[in-house]
């Protein structure tokens, strides 16, 4: 029987299994789809994102987080903090559990890619030029975008309108897939902390042929930046009466 954290963190496996997944596909060598680029990255998320949400509503979990950003945005907007404590560690543990799953699929294409970059991109994210301060500003602005729509798309004016309840889920994969072809190219669109934490930690763990280290230095930013991106977005939701 389900229940609202077992959609969580069912939803999460699946977004991460499903958007490492392409990452993978696209990145390690001597798979089919080697080198076809971000087109296909940012559609395999938003796919992805769309997966994730059926199942975690199939599962239990009828509000279909699957982001502790987006849990965090959606409790400044309402006032309600109840499902902090329960969603967000389920969606992280669903991370990781997706990202242990994209180790096993791909096991044979690890030793084949000898570029230790490579590997932990396709589990964490990573600034394309570092620097700290411009790359949480970045993800707070792409992180409030994507709480913020989400926010309009669910929105009682909205809603009132046109078929937005009905295709919600689907809207937000366009979105997720608008977010990463217009702001993704920086650092790679984290706005989700399960997303990065969960594996890059399976990423330390798992026994990973040829990989290098986890890049905890920067593993900060796409924690905190989305978080502080969300809050933003719930606070203005607030006073928009979304």
């Not at 029987?1 to 077992?6: D, H, K, T």
Request: hydrophobic share 50%; with cysteine; charged share 10%.
């Amino acid at each position: 029987m389900g229940s609202p954290v077992l959609g969580e963190f069912m939803g999460t496996a699946v977004l991460v299994l499903l958007g490492d997944g392409v990452n993978a596909n696209v990145l390690l060598k001597k798979t089919y789809a080697e080198g076809s680029g971000w087109m296909v990255i940012t559609t395999g998320w938003a796919l992805a994102v769309l997966c994730g949400v059926y199942t975690a509503v199939a599962c239990g979990s009828s509000a279909a987080h699957l982001n502790p950003a987006v849990t965090v945005g959606m409790a400044v907007a309402s006032g309600d903090y109840s499902k902090v404590a329960t969603y967000i560690p389920a969606q992280l543990l669903g991370a990781f559990v997706g990202a242990c799953l994209v180790w096993i699929f791909f096991y044979g294409h690890w030793r084949e890619s000898p570029e230790q970059e490579t590997k932990l991109g396709i589990f964490a994210t990573s600034p394309a030029i570092r620097n700290l301060p411009v790359n949480f500003t970045s993800e707070v602005i792409a992180t409030w975008v994507l709480v913020f729509v989400i926010g309009a798309i669910y929105s009682k004016a909205v809603s009132a309108t046109g078929p937005a309840a009905a295709m919600g889920p689907f809207l937000v994969a366009c979105l997720v897939w608008g977010i990463g072809l217009s702001l993704g190219g920086t650092e790679g669109y984290p706005i989700n902390p399960a997303r990065d934490l969960g594996p890059r930690v399976a990423h330390a763990i798992l026994p990973i042929a040829g990989k290098g280290g986890s890049n905890w230095s920067y593993a900060w930013v796409p924690v905190m930046a989305p978080l502080v991106g969300a809050a933003v977005a719930g606070w203005m939701m607030r006073a928009f009466h979304f």
